[in-house]
Every structure is written in C-alpha cells, then in structure tokens.
C-alpha cells in the first residue's frame, strides 16, 4: 500500500498515513502540542493529494499556492558532477491563509531556507520535500519569495557526460530532463504538470562553454574564467519544461522568418547536424498553418546530448534530442530526423503552451504530438505515405491486448503511462476525428480549442467541449468508448452478392472480448465499391451491435469491394475477397493501402499465382512500402521460389525497399541465403544494410562465417553500426572462440560505442563466456565488473545484467549492493540486480526473507540520511 510519511516540525515526529481517514484517526487533535497538530493538520492538507485516492486512482494536486516564478541560480562542477546555487521561488497563497509550504525535493543538501517577506519559523528535509513552517500565516494573494540555498549530486533530473566519465574528449555537457517529475532531485519547486509559471536560469561555467536554456538570453559576461549566462522565459510553463544544457557545443544558425532557430551538438558530433536540421524551417511554417497560431515562444532551438534516455523532449524552445537520431549520408533514405523534429515542434503548441493537468491526460500532449506528425507527412510525402504511416501505427496498436483506457488513473508511477496509448492510440483518436468532421471543420476545432485554452492546463473535456459547440455533435459515446474505455473493435466481415436484388450484403462480426473495460463498438464502417467500368460508389453502414447486417443497393455488379478504404477506422478487419476482386484490387493503382492489404493476404501461399502477384509488386509497385510488404511475405511463404524471387530483386533503387529484401533473405537457412548475405557484406555500401546481412550470418556454422564477421569488427561505420552487428552475430553462434577478438574490440574502442551499445557488447561477451571455466570465465567476470562503478547510468545497468548473463556465482556479491538501490522513479539497477542474482542462482529468487531483510535496510539507510540532514542543520 502506497503511504506517505508526515513530519512534524515541531516535535520531531514521523508518522506514515495511506488515506485522509487513517490520518484523521492518528488522534493528532488530542495531541500534548498545540503546534504539532497544526504543523500536521497544514501538512496533510499539502500533502495529501500525492497520495493516490482510496480507490487506488490518481489525481491531480491541490493547488494551494499559486506559482508566479521560479529562478535557478547554480555552478555545476563537472568534475565532481555536482552543483551548489540557490533555488527562489516566487508565489502567492490561494483561498485560505498558509502556515505551512512543501517545495519538491529529493537527495537536496539545504544549507538554508528563507522568506524576506514572512520569517520562516522552521524547516525540515524529508525523502521528497523540504517543509517550512512561516512564523505567520501568509494571506491569500500575497506575493512572497521562498530562496533555498543548496547543493546536489544529482541521481536524476541533470546529468553529467564528461571526458572523466568515458565520454569523447572535447565534448563534457551537462543536460536536464524534467519529465515526468525528475527536477526536484536537482532544485526544489513545485514539481506537478498543473502550475504554470515565468522561469530564469542563471548558470556559471568554464570559459569557453555554452549555456542554453528557455526563452530570451538576457546576459552573459565571461570573469576570471567563468561565464556567466542568464535566460528568462517570460511566459508561464510548467515545472517539467525547465531546461538546462551547459557545456562544449557546436552550432549550426537558421531562420524562419523572424525566429531564431539553431541546432546545438557536441564538437565530436556536428559533422552531421545539417542532415537533422533540414527540415525544421519548413515544418515550422506547416504547424503555423494547420495549427492556425504562430508559434508562441522566443525562439526554437534543437540541442542533441550525448546518452539521452527518450528520443527528444520538447522543452519549451529548447528542444533536447538524442545524437543518436543524428545520421550520415550513407544510410541514404533510412534514417530521418524529419518525424522526431516535427513530434517535438508540435509539442510547443500541445504540451507547452498546453499542457496536460495531470498524467491521466498526457494524450493531450503525445497525441498531438503524434498525429501531427503524420499530418506533416501529408503536407510533405502526400497521402499514400500519410496513410501508410497511420496503417503501422494501427498494427502496433492492435497487437497490444491490454484493456487500459487512454485516460487512466490506475497508475503507479507516471511513467507507466507514456506507452502506445498515449502516442499512437491518442493520434488516431485524432484521425478518426478529423476523417469524421473533415479536414476544415477539424482544423477550426483545434485552432479554437488552443487559442481557449493557451497558457492553461487540459482535461480531454476541454477537448470535448469544442468539438462539440463547433459540429453539433454529442462526443459523449465516441470519446467514452474510444478514450475513456480499453481495446478496439475486432470486426469479422462477411459479404455475398444478390444479383437478382442487385444488393450488396454483410455480416459483421464484433469480436472483441466485451467486458467492463472494453464496450460494444459503435461506428460508421465505410465501404467502396468499384464495378468493371471504374465507377466508384462510397456507402457507410452503422456497426453498433455484437452482429449487424446490412446491405446497399448497387447499379451494378463491383469488381472491388474494400471496407475503411481510406484507412478512417481504428479496427482489426477480417476480410477475405474472391481472387478475381483481390486480383482487381491489386492491379487498382488508385488504391495504395488495397494493394499493400491484398499483399499481405498472399504471404505463406505457395502457389504459382501468388508467387507471382508478389513478385509483380516487389518489381514495380510504385509505391515502397507496398514493395516492403510484398517482400515480408515472400520470407513469410519461405520457398526455394520465393527465395530466388528475392534474389533476383536485390538491386532497388530505395533503400528502405532494399534493406527488407536483405532482411527477408536473411531469414532463410541454406547455402545460397548465407553466400547472398556474404555478397551483401561484401558489395553493399549502406552500413544499415551490411549490418542486417551481418545479423543474419550469426546463425550458420561459426567455420563458415567467422572470418567475415570477424572482420567486420573493424569496419568503419557511424554509430559503429556494422561492429556493433558483427558482436550480436558472435553471441547467437555461441562459439567462445570469439571471446578474444570481442574483448579486445571493446577494450580498444570503448568510445566509438553508446553506453547503452557498450553494454549489449559486454552481455554477449558474458554469455560466450558463461559455460567456461577457469581463467576465461575469471577474466571476463573481472572485465565486466570493473565498469559496475561507471557513471554512466545507462551502462551500470546493462553492466550488472551482463553479470547475470555469465551465471558466476563469484559475480553475485558484486550485485548484491545493487538490490534495493533504486528510487521511486527509476529502480532500473535493482531489477537488474534482482533479475541477474536469479539467473546466477540458476532461475530461483532470492527468499522472501532475504528481500524483506534487504527491503528493511534500505528504509534503515533512507531513515539515517534524514537524521543526519536535521543534525547538520542544527
């Protein structure tokens, strides 16, 4: 059960609470101090929303104050990565007089706290909070200014990447990363999506580095080797958005019209900035018009940092983003930063300027996020490609089987929430209803919903209830079933002929498990039909029944009968054509999503027509992902044919195209699929590709292939892509014969590696060394376990898994210290720890007894660093 622990500034007394009622019985009332009840009772009242309600559901905060400015004034010291400043945090009292404030902090050394205004009595330091009591209540609406001063080693919220800590010479940075609710284990504040406030940062550096941060630069001035940068974001935004990246960067300048634009990297990455940068000008313009608002900050900056843990996040102006979405030319037309950078630029209108109130309704942020990316594709590649997008985030959707609704309050931990249903569920909420309203209509709702609601927080009603005053439309049964219940209709469509009535007819099938959680779908199913002539009639049946029938008269026979044509439906569809319509819909050239659906029918079919259906739209469908698909069911049907049809389509000019022959051939086991991978290796230049042909070596004969991907360790690459494969390919041979050569590589080329690549080597190294004994197996445990202390976050867990992976019992105390070492927000070193003490212990769990011992000590060492807090304060 979740409790939360209040501590009484008068008294010195701890106690833990999981609801209001157990609180209210605590018998604080009778207490022998006066002052303790009113510290508890003010704290409570703080406090209590952080609990989750008694039905086990999240909430949002109370706002008892409201917060007018945060200021950051801090050193960070790169060498020791840790900072030292003072936090000052600006706000007035709302409805009632306030005795008693928390600010969010965790792991903060509070040198002091205080207030000009009103004298603060006394303040203390628990796990997540500094708690100050004022001398007097401070009335509603009036403007006080709280300063902590501090220092931190920071766990989370910065984080350090330096030369000291294995990174590349000449790049040391800092960056920060706020959401979900990380920036209280560096300053304390108020850390909750539902307060919006003016920020500055003001931050001293060595000589020769960059500051970056929110809104205007007001100042920066260089003394005795240390500059001094000040940024002011003068319109409100929420905690989270904060951002800091300090350190060694290069940059690249830019314009749209009056804005300032710049893309930032380290010195060691700029070299490929410009490939990322290309399209941020133009997607800018594109938002601004579909949005229907110009952009609403001072200026719009993209910073890459090394090790990032998300692929961007949309800081208010300042976008940070992983160097690992930059590319070099070589990988040709597989990898773009265009949909990241369009994702991030979205979310300065729908996550900055509005802002989700609590995690329940991040959709309304990711979402946007999402579909407007696919709408940039639109305005970008057009409408097969729009399409294409959106029929890949339908199949990721549908293969999720869990009932959670979009809006969900039952999570634990924020993060919990940031998955599929908050990105690619949440966008097509938006399709479905910008298909329904139409493009115009759907684009005024949105323009009306962002000009009522900027610089505020958003609950889905606000959403609701402007589509609703715009259409006419009741949204209550669409947004109750497709957002505030789980799943998606999974539709059985069945459709015969009349010819004498001249009626087209179906029977459809839901057959979706119904439940509580999941409802009976209602909706509008489209449906096209095309005759011999071409003409095209469009007719739409109600689904809202577990069977509905229905049937359209029609002038004429159809050729083609296709359901949700225009890919308008969230929806599993089954739906098996005659040949002659499938036929039909394959040579319909007007029809991209028909061929690619008709494409996918054919795969695990072996006969001679389908062979050659698919090798008719590998050859010269004209549009690449029809050609991947044809592709994907040729590996499926896996046939000598199918394999030779492969082979002999190798050469396309698209890269995306070639590289899913490549991997479609690798998936076949014979001689001529491994001399077809070895010619890869040897003739193609597109490293993303080599790597795929290298992949798919590791399952043959270590005799036969071990010379190749041996040298392929030493084979340039961006990222270090193709060394990086050739390891993985070691690992599933299994040969420890290869145990030298990796060792060797990652001893001499650490830097040329990810943390998060550099620990995926070390766990194949452990498992080809996991059945040796002696030396070998010593060695490579030793090897392994000198970077458990690294100071990339990153690499330590993926350190004490590959410990796991060795199954050493000598390798079990290294970890055991890691049991138990993680936070509320990232336990990710405990797991490991947890998960490879298992496989050493040949898959059996530590005892209960042995967790809850451990369980024990923590909360012990947790208790003492409390206590030592308030004795260095007195």
């Not at 949005?291 to 800081?315: Q, R, T």
């Not at 509905?548 to 296709?562: C, E, G, M, N, S």
């Not at 054509?577 to 054919?602: C, F, T």
């Not at 994907?632 to 890269?655: G, R, S, V």
């Given at each position: 059960m979740n409790k939360i622990k209040i501590f009484c500034l008068v008294t010195g007394l701890s106690t833990a609470f999981s609801s209001a009622n157990e609180y209210h019985q605590c018998g604080w009332e009778n207490c022998a101090s006066k002052g303790h009840a009113e510290s508890l009772r003010a704290q409570w009242n703080l406090l209590k929303?952080?609990?989750?309600?008694?039905?086990?559901?999240?909430?949002?905060?109370?706002?008892?104050?409201?917060?007018?400015?945060?200021?950051?004034?801090?050193?960070?010291?790169?060498?020791?990565?840790?900072?030292?400043?003072?936090?000052?945090?600006?706000?007035?009292?709302?409805?009632?007089?306030?005795?008693?404030?928390?600010?969010?902090?965790?792991?903060?050394?509070?040198k002091s706290v205080t207030c000009a205004q009103s004298k603060v009595g006394d303040w203390s330091i628990d796990e997540n909070s500094i708690n100050l009591v004022f001398e007097k209540p401070i009335a509603p609406g009036v403007e006080v200014s709280v300063a902590v001063e501090y220092s931190a080693q920071p766990r989370h919220g910065l984080y350090f990447r330096t030369e000291k800590m294995g990174y590349t010479k000449g790049d040391d940075h800092l960056w920060t990363q706020g959401e979900p609710e990380m920036h209280r284990h560096w300053f304390p504040g108020?850390?909750?999506?539902?307060?919006?406030?003016?920020?500055?940062?003001?931050?001293?550096?060595?000589?020769?580095?960059?500051?970056?941060?929110?809104?205007?630069?007001?100042?920066?001035?260089?003394?005795?080797?240390?500059?001094?940068?000040?940024?002011h974001q003068k319109k409100e935004h929420v905690n989270y958005l904060i951002s800091v990246v300090a350190g060694y960067m290069d940059k690249l300048d830019g314009k749209y019209g009056d804005l300032e634009l710049a893309f930032y990297t380290p010195p060691s990455f700029f070299a490929e900035a410009e490939n990322s940068f290309r399209d941020t000008e133009r997607i800018l313009g594109f938002m601004?018009?579909?949005?229907?608002?110009?952009?609403?900050?001072?200026?719009?900056?993209?910073?890459?940092?090394?090790?990032?843990?998300?692929?961007?996040?949309?800081?208010?102006?300042?976008?940070?983003?992983?160097?690992r979405t930059l590319f070099s030319k070589e990988s040709e037309n597989l990898r773009s930063s265009h949909r990241l950078d369009a994702h991030e630029i979205t979310h300065q209108w729908f996550g900055d300027l509005l802002t989700c109130k609590d995690w329940s309704q991040l959709w309304l942020n990711e979402g946007f996020a999402t579909y407007y990316t696919h709408l940039y594709d639109l305005e970008k590649f057009g409408n097969d490609q729009f399409r294409y997008g959106l029929l890949r985030d339908?199949?990721?959707?549908?293969?999720?089987?869990?009932?959670?609704?979009?809006?969900?309050?039952?999570?634990?931990?924020?993060?919990?929430?940031?998955?599929?249903?908050?990105?690619?569920?949440?966008?097509?909420?938006?399709?479905?209803?910008?298909?329904?309203?139409?493009?115009?209509?759907?684009?005024?709702?949105?323009?009306?919903?962002?000009?009522?609601?900027?610089?505020?927080?958003?609950?889905?009603?606000?959403?609701?209830e402007v589509l609703e005053e715009k259409s006419g439309r009741s949204m209550d049964e669409f947004f109750d079933q497709w957002v505030f219940h789980g799943g998606e209709p999974e539709l059985d469509v069945k459709y015969t002929w009349d010819d004498k009535a001249k009626k087209a007819k179906f029977t459809v099938k839901q057959t979706q498990k119904v439940s509580e959680k999941v409802l009976l779908f209602d909706f509008a199913l489209p449906v096209r039909f095309i005759d011999e002539k071409g003409n095209v009639v469009n007719r739409v049946g109600r689904?809202?029944?577990?069977?509905?029938?229905?049937?359209?008269?029609?002038?004429?026979?159809?050729?083609?009968?296709?359901?949700?044509?225009e890919v308008t439906l969230l929806?599993?569809?089954?739906?098996?054509?005659?040949?002659?319509?499938?036929?039909?819909?394959?040579?319909?050239?007007?029809?991209?999503?028909?061929?690619?659906?008709?494409?996918?029918?054919?795969?695990?079919?072996?006969?001679?027509?389908?062979?050659?259906?698919?090798?008719?739209?590998?050859?010269?469908?004209?549009?690449?992902?029809?050609?991947?698909?044809?592709?994907?069911?040729?590996?499926?049907?896996?046939?000598?044919?199918?394999?030779?049809?492969?082979?002999?389509?190798?050469?396309?000019?698209?890269?995306?195209?070639?590289?899913?022959?490549?991997?479609?051939?690798?998936?076949?086991?014979?001689?001529?699929?491994?001399?077809?991978?070895?010619?890869?290796?040897?003739?193609?230049?597109n490293p993303e590709i080599v790597a795929d042909a290298i992949g798919a070596l590791g399952k043959y004969p270590v005799a036969q292939v071990s010379e190749t991907l041996t040298a392929s360790l030493d084979r340039d690459a961006y990222n270090h892509r193709i060394a990086e494969s050739a390891i993985q390919a070691m690992q599933k041979q299994g040969d420890p014969g290869y145990i030298p050569a990796i060792r060797k590589h990652l001893e001499e080329q650490e830097q040329k590696f990810s943390a998060w690549d550099f620990g995926v080597a070390l766990n194949s190294l452990a498992y080809l060394s996991r059945e040796e004994e002696g030396e070998v197996k010593d060695s490579t445990?030793?090897?392994?376990?000198?970077?458990?202390?690294?100071?990339?976050?990153?690499?330590?867990?993926?350190?004490?898994?590959?410990?796991?992976?060795?199954?050493?019992?000598?390798?079990?105390?290294?970890?055991?210290?890691?049991?138990?070492?993680?936070?509320?927000?990232?336990?990710?070193?405990?797991?490991?720890?947890?998960?490879?003490?298992?496989?050493?212990?040949?898959?059996?769990?530590?005892?209960?007894?042995?967790?809850?011992?451990?369980?024990?000590?923590?909360?012990?060492?947790?208790?003492?660093?409390?206590?030592?807090?308030?004795?260095?304060?007195?």
């Open positions: 929303t952080e609990l989750p309600g008694g039905n086990g559901r999240q909430y949002a905060r109370d706002r008892i104050i409201d917060v007018k400015h945060q200021l950051i004034d801090f050193t960070p010291d790169f060498d020791a990565e840790s900072l030292s400043g003072t936090a000052t945090i600006t706000f007035s009292p709302i409805a009632k007089p306030l005795e008693s404030l928390s600010l969010d902090a965790v792991d903060l050394d509070v108020y850390d909750y999506p539902n307060e919006r406030f003016t920020t500055e940062v003001i931050c001293h550096v060595p000589e020769g580095m960059t500051v970056l941060s929110n809104g205007e630069l007001i100042a920066e001035k260089t003394e005795d080797g240390i500059t001094t940068v000040h940024w601004e018009k579909e949005i229907g608002i110009d952009f609403p900050w001072a200026k719009y900056y993209n910073i890459c940092v090394s090790d990032f843990m998300w692929g961007g996040m949309e800081n208010t102006s300042v976008t940070t983003l992983t160097t339908s199949d990721s959707i549908l293969k999720n089987k869990d009932e959670k609704p979009i809006v969900w309050r039952g999570y634990q931990n924020p993060k919990e929430q940031f998955d599929y249903r908050a990105y690619p569920k949440g966008s097509w909420v938006l399709h479905m209803l910008r298909s329904e309203l139409g493009p115009e209509l759907f684009r005024d709702c949105i323009k009306t919903y962002t000009e009522r609601n900027r610089n505020r927080s958003v609950v889905t009603a606000d959403l609701m689904v809202r029944e577990a069977t509905q029938d229905f049937a359209f008269d029609l002038p004429a026979k159809p050729k083609i009968v296709r359901i949700d044509p929806t599993s569809i089954k739906f098996s054509p005659s040949d002659p319509m499938l036929q039909a819909q394959l040579e319909n050239q007007g029809d991209m999503v028909g061929r690619l659906l008709g494409i996918r029918s054919l795969g695990g079919k072996k006969d001679d027509k389908s062979l050659k259906r698919l090798e008719t739209a590998l050859s010269s469908d004209p549009f690449y992902g029809v050609r991947i698909e044809a592709a994907k069911a040729l590996a499926k049907t896996y046939t000598p044919d199918a394999f030779a049809i492969l082979k002999k389509h190798t050469a396309q000019d698209d890269a995306r195209v070639r590289k899913e022959v490549v991997s479609s051939l690798g998936r076949f086991i014979s001689e001529d699929a491994m001399a077809e991978m070895k010619r890869v290796v040897g003739e193609e230049k445990r030793e090897f392994i376990a000198g970077f458990l202390q690294t100071p990339k976050a990153t690499l330590r867990t993926k350190v004490i898994a590959a410990l796991g992976t060795l199954e050493d019992p000598k390798a079990a105390p290294l970890i055991q210290g890691f049991v138990g070492s993680g936070t509320d927000e990232d336990n990710g070193e405990s797991k490991a720890a947890e998960e490879a003490l298992t496989k050493i212990n040949g898959g059996k769990k530590q005892s209960q007894e042995v967790q809850d011992l451990r369980k024990q000590l923590t909360e012990l060492q947790k208790k003492l660093k409390e206590i030592e807090g308030k004795l260095e304060k007195k």
